[in-house]
């Protein structure tokens, strides 16, 4: 375990709630909100809009934070039996970022992760010599956090983060699978800016499946069971769901660098399902021979840039 010694802050994520209106949660800008569907996901049947900006699928109405915390409780990364045991299928992925983030540089130093859950990237990390800290909504994950020995928050926004601040910041952030449930991704991109130190990393494991949605929406002529298959797939229990570039576009904007973007380690397990080793070996070879984004998920590095 880390030397130091385990600190657990509750910022308890309030029974507030906001309207998403025409507010596109993934780039922030006001969407005309022309373009509705009506999508069955892991949260049942839901409205969703298509940002004309763009082109991210987001799901409309209330955002409740309180709500979106228990929902989290329910799923299989919010209970400690499942989630520790989605740990161990995930370590291959856990090690191929951590790789990835050595390679840049910044081994062996501070660590926060976003959406710890019960913290799967945080104890191969700390195996490697870095100092860990994590964030999460369901506050049965932060205490197992703290259990562990590191430093945790309960909060839903690094807006509240008071792990690490401007004066004490930290040098790698990662968001693995998380940024999809966010309300307002910039927002909390510009926030995860101001915990890092000048030059520090920010890794993104990014859900990339709008092509997923766009093509179930097109099958729905030829077969509405597998179109609503497809999208359902798709979507999960995801808030939204934005094309790489554009999240590529909006990461830059919010004061980064991009390192590098590749499908390349961002699958969980070698022994997954055919059908997704196949997506993510194809989605490889086109994202990086011709610029098409297929891929399940994006392995994303960017850099704080300087004032």
């Avoid at 989605?86 to 062996?108: P, R, V, W």
């Avoid at 999240?247 to 980064?256: C, M, Q, S």
Wanted: hydrophobic content about 35%; charged content about 25%; glycine content about 8%.
């Amino acid at each position: 375990m880390q030397d130091q010694i385990a600190e657990v802050t509750d910022s308890r994520c309030e029974s507030t709630s906001h309207d998403s209106g025409n507010f596109c949660p993934a780039c922030g800008e006001t969407d005309e909100g022309t373009n509705r569907y009506r999508f069955e996901s892991g949260r049942g049947e839901t409205q969703w809009s298509r940002c004309t900006s763009c082109a991210t699928y987001y799901m409309t109405g209330e955002y409740d934070e309180a709500a979106e915390t228990d929902h989290t409780r329910h799923m299989a990364w919010g209970n400690e039996a499942e989630g520790t045991r989605l740990n161990l299928l995930k370590e291959n992925g856990f090690k191929a970022t951590l790789d990835q983030i050595e390679a840049l540089g910044y081994g062996c130093l501070s660590i926060l992760d976003v959406g710890c859950s019960f913290g799967g990237i945080l104890v191969e990390a700390e195996k490697r010599g870095f100092k860990c800290a994590g964030l999460d909504i369901v506050p049965e994950a932060v205490a197992y956090i703290s259990s562990l020995g590191y430093r945790a928050q309960q909060c839903c926004s690094l807006k509240d983060c008071t792990l690490f601040s401007q004066q004490d910041p930290v040098d790698v952030i990662s968001v693995l699978d998380a940024h999809i449930y966010w309300p307002n991704q910039p927002a909390e991109l510009r926030a995860a800016r101001q915990l890092l130190r000048d030059d520090g990393l920010l890794v993104i494991r990014a859900v990339t499946k709008s092509a997923f949605i766009t093509t179930g929406r097109m099958m729905g002529t030829v077969s509405a069971r597998i179109s609503k298959k497809l999208i359902r797939r798709a979507i999960a229990d995801h808030r939204f769901s934005m094309p790489l570039k554009s999240l590529l576009k909006t990461v830059e904007d919010a004061g980064f660098e991009i390192l590098s973007a590749s499908p390349r380690g961002a699958q969980h397990t070698d022994s997954a399902p055919l059908g997704a080793r196949a997506a993510f070996a194809l989605g490889t070879l086109l994202w990086h021979r011709l610029g098409l984004s297929i891929a399940p998920t994006t392995l994303v590095f960017a850099r704080k840039k300087a004032e």
